[in-house]
């Protein structure tokens, strides 16, 4: 357990480290391996808010900063990685929340691109795909889409209504299921969402 004060420093250092980096273009994080140093209370609530010790991160350029250092690792858990380090990060839905949907072209021509809560753009396809998770009864749809690495941003809950209006307007593929294209790929609706 760190020592009052240390957690402070540790994100500071994260953060310095980060502005240099960001000069020199995409962090290269799927690349990196350095030494786990352990948990400093860093969390990402299910609304996409970055929390340090349970208290928000209110600067949104050291939460953009972090963002770009995420990786989600082949054990489903979650860190933030520079050179140097490899801290844990709490994740309780998805990293991101896409907030934003712009849609251009119709049918199999339609093309989904997203905006996330930390300005990361997505234009939806194979290389982006859109997934639909399950969870509790109450939840709904709950469709996520890619945005890098094992990353995903959850589609907010106003944009699901905009998904659901799409597959609506007739939107199937060759077998007659309902579903949404993008960018040349379909994806399914599951039972009884929409179409």
């Known amino acids: 357990m760190p020592v009052p004060g240390e957690s402070a420093r540790v994100i500071d250092k994260l953060a310095d480290l980060l502005k240099e980096a960001e000069a020199r273009g995409a962090a290269p994080v799927e690349t990196w391996n350095p030494p786990h140093c352990g948990d400093i209370g860093l969390a990402i609530a299910r609304d996409g808010g970055w929390l340090y010790r349970g208290s928000p991160i209110g600067r949104m350029a050291l939460v953009k900063l972090f963002a770009r250092v995420l990786r989600r690792d ?13 801290i844990d990060i709490a994740v309780e839905d998805a990293p991101f929340v896409a907030v934003e949907l712009e849609v251009t072209g119709s049918g199999r021509g ?13 234009r939806c396809g194979a290389e982006h795909p859109l ?7 109450d939840d709904g749809l709950k469709p996520y889409v890619r945005v890098r690495g094992r990353l995903e941003a959850l589609v907010s809950r106003s944009l699901v209504y905009d998904l659901v209006e799409l597959a609506d307007l007739a939107a199937e593929d060759d077998a007659g299921r309902a579903g949404i294209w993008s960018d040349g790929a379909f994806f399914l609706l599951p039972e009884g969402s929409g179409g």
């Open 74 to 86: 082949p054990d489903e858990r979650y860190y933030l990685v520079t050179p140097a380090e490899k």
């Open 110 to 122: 339609q093309v989904l691109m997203f905006r996330t809560n930390v300005d990361d753009v997505v």
């Open 131 to 137: 997934r639909f998770g399950t969870g509790a009864a």
